[in-house]
């Protein structure tokens, strides 16, 4: 069973960086696309970032591209968004999924596993 546990959220002022970080266990993530979605209140929850963890491609929302950066260490199974730049638009919950399709990337509705979230508050 995958088991997924995010870290590194908090309050930062607009124009800052957080990285956030995402524990993954249970099983082999070879096969596995790793997601970053959010979710701002009253709003649905939205993809922001995926990564391969074999091949290492990764994909960005048009909202954060340039701005922020996932990445995966291997060693570690652990999977990273790092968030420069960041915007009050940028405050929700972040959570981390796993998916064997890539198609996560248009839907989180393909999640196999999601972690319990991080809050990202970004102030003006």
């Known amino acids: 069973q995958v088991q997924l546990v995010e870290s590194g959220g908090g309050l930062v002022q607009a124009g800052g960086s957080l990285r956030l970080a995402c524990a993954a266990s249970g099983r082999t993530f070879s096969n596995y696309v790793m997601g970053w979605f959010r979710q701002a209140p009253g709003k649905e929850r939205e993809f922001v970032a995926a990564i391969s963890w074999s091949a290492g491609s990764t994909y960005y929302a048009g909202s954060v591209k340039g701005r922020f950066t996932i990445s995966r260490d291997s060693d570690k199974n652990t999977v990273y968004l790092q968030m420069n730049s960041l915007k009050p638009e940028d405050t929700a919950v972040y959570y981390c999924?796993?998916?064997?399709?890539?198609?996560?990337?248009?839907?989180?509705?393909?999640?196999?596993?999601w972690g319990q979230g991080t809050q990202v508050t970004v102030s003006s």
């Open positions: 999924a796993a998916s064997k399709t890539l198609s996560i990337t248009h839907t989180y509705r393909l999640a196999d596993a």
